[in-house]
């Protein structure tokens, strides 16, 4: 990579909006995805109910976010 390249400024790689928001939707996939195995791991092992007040919250939080993400997504070039 050359240094003089317009994706560097002061030394840092400078990565595009849709890039950004791309790992964004993904990071928040993992994490609702590790949530949801937590929750299906207490479901087998200690027979608590799978959808309960924390499911349900992570699964809001990923839908919101996932919402945002989708509409800024949009309105990149």
């Given at each position: 990579m050359n240094r003089n390249d317009n994706r560097y400024r002061n030394g840092l790689l400078i990565m595009s909006r849709k890039k950004?928001?791309?790992?964004?939707?993904?990071?928040?996939?993992?994490?609702?995805?590790?949530?949801?195995?937590?929750?299906?791991?207490?479901?087998?092992?200690?027979?608590?109910?799978?959808?309960?007040s924390t499911t349900m919250g992570l699964l809001t939080a990923f839908v919101m976010s996932t919402a945002m993400i989708i509409i800024a997504l949009s309105k990149t070039e």
């Open positions: 950004f928001l791309l790992i964004l939707l993904s990071v928040s996939v993992a994490v609702t995805a590790i949530g949801i195995g937590f929750s299906i791991y207490n479901y087998y092992i200690f027979n608590k109910p799978f959808i309960n």
